[in-house]
């Protein structure tokens, strides 16, 4: 099944005096790129956390947020008095130097930021107890299950989007086809209208072997016989297997060598036209492919 390297989850687990949040967020990457923020608290849990998101996720830019709020009776709260007083006093001297004056909505505004910073506040708690850890395991694995589901609803999208275009490459080679044949005539009668108008002297015979040549050159059945394979691989490779977006990726390229050795080989305006949309088809797919895990 497609999925998506581009996903978010969210999920919340209480307990008796605690309720703990997590949220997911992935891009698309290379490898698992993983960024853990969470309380210090839960640090000793870090590795269980980082394998999970491993298992489940596997490759992709994501950033995993972890907090908790205590409820009831053992939510007190302690404030960090100097390190209040020291950014108090910081603002205050800003304030006075910027002339916003000393109403209590400038004063409001202070206390309200201050009260924002790191460390001034803090609660009550005690060690994390096997409750509070399975509770916290709980919602990374909810918050995990959750993104997954959203990178499959975005890959179902996705390779939708990708195999429209699939077929659309497909559908301008056999546009291809009627002028393959009369490419062949009008190169013909360019060539002996050219001899003409030079005036020179030619055996009609050796002409004509020489065409046969010079058109087999010129020929790009293969190319689109292997157009038609990889477009057709692409889409059994997308249908049948898992974590297929490197794989993918390599099949564009390939289409893409069928492609370009096509306009190459084209000698015909029309024709050149097709090729372009061809590639403009394909660097679509190579840049949605990036995306698909």
Excluded at 3 to 10: E, H, L, R
Excluded at 116 to 141: C, F, T
Excluded at 148 to 175: N, P, W
């Amino acid at each position: 099944m497609i999925k998506s390297m581009t996903g978010f989850g969210k999920a919340e687990v209480c307990t008796e005096n605690i309720k703990i949040t997590v949220e997911t967020r992935s891009l698309n990457g290379k490898q698992l790129d993983l960024s853990v923020k969470m309380p210090s608290r839960y640090r000793p849990f870090e590795y269980d956390i980082r394998s999970r998101v491993n298992k489940v996720l596997q490759r992709g830019k994501v950033d995993m947020f972890i907090s908790y709020e205590l409820i009831g009776e053992q939510n007190s709260v302690n404030i960090n008095e100097p390190l209040f007083n020291a950014y108090a006093q910081r603002f205050m001297a800003l304030t006075a130097g910027s002339g916003l004056g000393s109403s209590s909505e400038v004063y409001g505004a202070i206390v309200t930021s201050i009260m924002r910073m790191p460390d001034v506040i803090s609660q009550d708690q005690d060690a994390v107890g096997e409750e509070e850890q399975k509770a916290l395991l709980e919602a990374v694995d909810k918050a995990l299950a959750a993104h997954d589901a959203f990178r499959t609803q975005e890959g179902a999208v996705l390779i939708a989007d990708l195999l429209g275009r699939v077929d659309k490459i497909q559908g301008y080679k056999q546009q291809v086809i009627p002028l393959e044949k009369a490419r062949t005539v009008t190169i013909k009668q360019r060539i002996v209208d050219h001899l003409e108008q030079v005036g020179v002297q030619y055996d009609a015979n050796r002409l004509e072997q020489e065409m046969i040549f010079y058109i087999e050159k010129l020929d790009i059945t293969e190319e689109k016989v292997r157009l038609d394979k990889h477009c057709d691989y692409f889409r059994e490779v997308a249908a049948e297997e898992e974590n297929v977006g490197r794989k993918l990726g390599f099949v564009a390229q390939e289409m893409g060598r069928e492609i370009n050795t096509l306009g190459s080989k084209a000698n015909d305006s029309e024709i050149q036209i097709l090729v372009v949309k061809m590639k403009d088809e394909l660097e679509k797919i190579k840049e949605q492919v990036l995306n698909i895990l």
